[in-house]
């Protein structure tokens, strides 16, 4: 076991400043695997110190003297694959299959987006007599979660760093160990001592003293609505930018006329990805009511190949979710559905055969489920798809808009402008039409309680930019 006691502060590791621990469970094993320190506010004021000393000379430098090493960490991030993967496996039960194509590979997609994004930007403009500079917001906290670990710390820091932000960051205590192989990949590849710093810990600990630093200008969270509000409140009292990547109740509708058979597959797997713990998942598959059955069938077909299994497999589609609390949560909300009146047409409450050990559950499918039920308002994050019946198109975007969410959705129509016409009226951050695929250079981000701001890509850049007018 891995026991460590140290937090990247100022270009090296150093022993915490706090004496508790956060054990790092193997979800599919429920083995401790690691320690890490659970820092302390004194932490922080270090970390912050750190970057706040770093931050005038960072926020100086050319495009080319941040494109260097930024370049160096991408080239790691390439190198590290296999390690990243195992990493993200053993901490978060994720197959070793999805966890090289996504949990490994998207990260470095994203990184090397913002290599060629920050070799072409143009940091200034003129406009009238005036030269408008794009200057860095100045020391970021990023606090981020533990379903796409890598990822939500790419996604921040990559575009922070690029934009000449120096950073400390706060990874979920579920999955530090990933956290902490970045900050290696990040201190080998030669930034400046103090412009990223991490400290591990919990949120009402760490998190909440971070989000509240007056040493801190820009609060980056990706987490839970719930979270995101008080960061939001505390970040308001600070009058500190923020951005939130909140949580989602994504609809998939399936339009009449439609290919049923691929909108409700592709919905299969896009719910049962990563045990369902994505907050873009699709959770809420909308058909309409003369196609219901046909679309429960299939949903139950589909559901079945996603049999939970040991995720170091390469034959395993599902592995466990993330924690025991995560399993009892979503074991709850199955539980409820059943209790208001859904029907089982796949999976259950009940632990899958032959995994007595371990946070597994079964990739389940509720039908009948009407769209004011606790299943269908709430996020669930585990593998549940609720399979809703609408009348016709005006109903079908009242349920699809219906709740407090907005972050993704899919429409599939038996043509590009029907399904395109339908997306315009989604309140929702991005929509794929007949099944297009996620682009990582795309803006990301929700409406309504789903967030405020974007990450990746461009957009994701300028979140971590201010503007200078100098008049002539
Ligand atoms: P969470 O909100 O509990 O925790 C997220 C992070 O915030 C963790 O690092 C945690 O330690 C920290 N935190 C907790 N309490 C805090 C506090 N009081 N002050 C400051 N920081 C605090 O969420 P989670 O359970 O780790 O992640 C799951 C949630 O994240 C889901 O709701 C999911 O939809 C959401 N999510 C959103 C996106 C997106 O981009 N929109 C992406 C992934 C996950």
């Known amino acids: 076991m891995q026991q460590h006691a140290d937090q990247y502060i100022g270009g090296a590791w150093r022993p915490t400043l706090g004496g508790g621990?956060?054990?790092?469970?193997?979800?599919?094993?429920?083995?401790?695997?690691?320690?890490?320190?659970?820092?302390?506010?004194?932490?922080?004021?270090?970390?912050?110190?750190?970057?706040?000393?770093?931050?005038r000379a960072w926020g100086l430098t050319t495009r080319e003297e941040r494109l260097a090493p930024l370049t160096r960490l991408r080239d790691a991030l390439a190198e590290r694959q296999q390690q990243i993967a195992e990493t993200v496996l053993a901490e978060l039960g994720c197959p070793i299959g999805f966890a090289t194509a996504v949990?490994?590979?998207?990260?470095?997609a994203v990184a090397s987006s913002y290599v060629e994004l920050l070799a072409g930007y143009e940091f200034q403009e003129k406009v009238g007599n005036s030269t408008v500079l794009s200057?860095?917001?100045?020391?970021?906290?990023?606090?981020?979660?533990?379903?796409?670990?890598?990822?939500?710390?790419?996604?921040?820091?990559?575009?922070?760093?690029?934009?000449?932000?120096?950073v400390v960051l706060k990874p979920a205590e579920d999955t530090p160990l990933v956290a902490r192989l970045f900050a290696e990949l990040v201190d080998a590849a030669g930034f400046p001592a103090?412009?990223?710093?991490?400290?591990?810990?919990?949120?009402?600990?760490?998190?909440?003293?971070?989000?509240?630093?007056?040493?801190?200008?820009?609060?980056?969270?990706?987490?839970?609505?719930?979270?995101?509000?008080?960061?939001?409140?505390?970040?308001?009292?600070?009058?500190?930018?923020?951005?939130?990547?909140?949580?989602?109740?994504?609809?998939?509708v399936v339009l009449p006329g439609a290919d049923l058979g691929r909108a409700v597959n592709v919905n299969a797997a896009n719910v049962f990805a990563n045990s369902g713990q994505t907050c873009t998942a699709w959770t809420r598959l909308l058909v309409?009511?003369?196609?219901?059955?046909?679309?429960?069938?299939?949903?139950?077909?589909?559901?079945?190949?996603?049999?939970?299994?040991?995720?170091?497999?390469?034959?395993?589609?599902?592995?466990?979710?993330?924690?025991?609390?995560?399993?009892?949560?979503?074991?709850?909300?199955?539980?409820?559905?059943?209790?208001?009146?859904?029907?089982?047409?796949?999976?259950?409450p009940e632990t899958p055969e032959g995994l007595p050990t371990g946070y597994f559950v079964r990739p389940t499918v509720l039908a009948d489920v009407t769209p004011e039920m606790t299943v269908a308002q709430e996020e669930i994050f585990g593998p549940v798809l609720s399979v809703i019946a609408y009348r016709d198109e005006e109903h079908a975007l009242e349920i699809a808009n219906g709740t407090e969410y907005g972050l993704a959705g899919?429409?599939?129509?038996?043509?590009?402008?029907?399904?395109?016409?339908?997306?315009?009226?989604?309140?929702?951050?991005?929509?794929?039409?007949?099944?297009?695929?996620?682009?990582?250079?795309?803006?990301?981000?929700?409406?309504?309680?789903?967030?405020?701001?974007?990450?990746?890509?461009?957009?994701?850049?300028?979140?971590?930019?201010?503007?200078?007018?100098?008049?002539?």
């Open 135 to 166: 200057e860095p917001a100045g020391v970021v906290a990023a606090i981020t979660p533990w379903n796409y670990p890598l990822h939500q710390v790419v996604a921040k820091v990559v575009p922070a760093l690029a934009a000449g932000c120096t």
């Open 194 to 252: 103090g412009v990223f710093n991490l400290v591990t810990g919990t949120g009402v600990e760490v998190g909440a003293a971070l989000a509240g630093h007056p040493g801190v200008d820009l609060v980056s969270f990706t987490g839970s609505t719930a979270v995101g509000r008080l960061i939001a409140e505390t970040a308001g009292r600070g009058i500190k930018k923020v951005s939130l990547e909140l949580g989602g109740k994504s609809a998939n």
């Open 103 to 108: 949990q490994a590979g998207l990260p470095l």
């Open 288 to 348: 309409h009511q003369d196609q219901y059955e046909e679309a429960v069938a299939i949903a139950a077909k589909a559901a079945a190949k996603y049999a939970p299994g040991d995720p170091a497999s390469p034959e395993t589609r599902m592995g466990p979710v993330v924690s025991a609390k995560q399993r009892d949560r979503v074991l709850g909300y199955i539980r409820s559905g059943i209790e208001q009146g859904a029907r089982v047409a796949a999976g259950g």
């Open 21 to 55: 621990v956060l054990e790092v469970r193997n979800p599919a094993t429920e083995a401790v695997i690691a320690t890490v320190p659970a820092g302390t506010a004194a932490d922080v004021d270090a970390a912050v110190a750190a970057a706040r000393g770093a931050a």
């Open 410 to 472: 899919g429409v599939w129509a038996a043509d590009e402008e029907t399904a395109v016409a339908f997306a315009r009226r989604m309140d929702s951050g991005q929509v794929h039409v007949n099944g297009g695929q996620f682009n990582p250079q795309a803006p990301f981000g929700g409406y309504k309680s789903s967030g405020i701001g974007r990450e990746l890509g461009r957009h994701g850049l300028e979140e971590f930019l201010q503007t200078k007018s100098l008049q002539f």
